[in-house]
């Protein structure tokens, strides 16, 4: 089906709008043709044609020499965008930014200009494409596609590894946001974010609470990005950096231990694992705060719910849980989990304590 036929659907929605929903088969090759809006959208991000027209409209001329790309092919991916709404095509084949597009710059506050690129990379464009292998082996397809684990395969390719990073940062902004507004830290004195990347979101919690001090635990290929950043944002003085595998230990002596989609990435066993070394590390009565999407209800609907496909797909056994799920894992690590507490956004912080 071309993408013009796509435009005529949409056409007919709008007809059909008035009298009642969209045709259902309106609906579904709307759905069908999801990937190749997300491919387009992770070109565009790759080539950075938001960075180059954050300045205001430029014929397509200028933006092809400016990202190195066939002006007639980056014409056609622009107008095919437009269409969903990230661009907007003026006379003689000119294009500036929406609102929408604005955050597939990298200089934004909120930009997912990385997560973006993600989307699009091969490792994982490729073993999405395997999804029928993880749906009838529930195996990752990536392992099944590449011989080897996501993360062992990041591990040693520092390209990808960096990609994965700025990905992950790239959605941390929102959400990190979200964390601080929502969840109370005013009686934590030492915060360790395990698996805490690039320490955005520990950065975040610090800057909005003077009295804390914190730690951020990754792998070492995270180190001096999370030492940078910290640096940038005048914390070197009240946040250290250190480096490990959080399936055998974390740092000790936090009264809080705070992780933000890491558990997800994993299987109960593992999952278990992590939290362990949490309980092993913390002072008595500390908390366990898990940022994670939780899955709703059956038929209700959640972002949650697409997520835990990509943690099928490219996860060592990882999903996402649904509150009774997570409560298992809490009492299993020596955990009780305690309250709830839902963002602004599809995150929520799942409070525990040490029992």
Same mark, same amino acid.
């Given at each position: ?11 007919? #929605? ?14 579904? #090759? ?77 200089? !934004? ?112 290929? %995270? ?26 230990? !974390? ?7 705070? #992780? ?10 593992? %999952? ?38 990509? #943690? ?44």
């Amino acid at each position: 089906m071309a993408f013009g036929s796509i435009i005529a659907i949409k056409r007919g #929605m709008t007809e059909h709008a008035r009298l009642d929903a969209p045709p259902p088969a309106a609906v579904l #090759m709307q759905l069908l043709a999801g990937k190749w809006v997300s491919q387009a959208l992770s070109v565009a991000a790759e080539l950075g044609v938001a960075d180059v027209l954050k300045d205001g409209a430029r014929p397509t001329t200028d933006l092809a020499a400016a990202v190195g790309a066939h002006e007639d092919a980056l014409y056609r991916l622009l107008r095919a965008l437009s269409t969903v709404g990230l661009f907007h095509e003026g006379a003689n084949r000119t294009f500036q930014l929406t609102e929408l597009g604005q955050l597939l710059r990298s200089d !934004v506050p909120g930009s997912l200009r990385g997560y973006a690129r993600f989307v699009g990379e091969e490792h994982n464009w490729r073993a999405w494409g395997h999804l029928l292998h993880s749906v009838r082996t529930s195996e990752p397809a990536f392992d099944h596609v590449f011989g080897e684990p996501a993360f062992d395969c990041i591990a040693k390719d520092p390209k990808l590894s960096a990609m994965l990073n700025d990905a992950m940062t790239s959605i941390s902004l929102d959400g990190a946001r979200a964390v601080v507004a929502a969840y109370d830290f005013r009686d934590v004195r030492q915060l360790v974010d395990v698996g805490g990347g690039h320490g955005f979101l520990l950065a975040s919690i610090l800057k909005a609470n003077p009295h804390l001090k914190g730690v951020v635990f990754d792998l070492p290929h %995270a180190a001096e990005g999370a030492r940078s950043l910290l640096r940038a944002e005048g914390l070197s003085d009240r946040a250290e950096v250190a480096s490990g595998s959080f399936l055998e230990s !974390v740092p000790e002596g936090g009264d809080a231990y705070i #992780m933000k989609h890491i558990i997800h990435d994993w299987d109960d066993a593992r %999952a278990t694992v992590i939290l362990r070394s949490c309980r092993r590390a913390i002072v008595s009565g500390g908390k366990l705060l898990v940022v994670e999407q939780l899955v709703s209800p059956p038929n209700e609907p959640h972002f949650a719910k697409l997520l835990d496909l990509e #943690m099928l797909v490219l996860a060592p056994g990882g999903r996402e849980r649904t509150v009774d799920e997570l409560r298992k894992l809490f009492a299993s690590a020596g955990f009780e989990l305690t309250r709830i507490v839902p963002t602004e956004g599809p995150l929520s912080v799942v409070e525990g304590r040490a029992v």
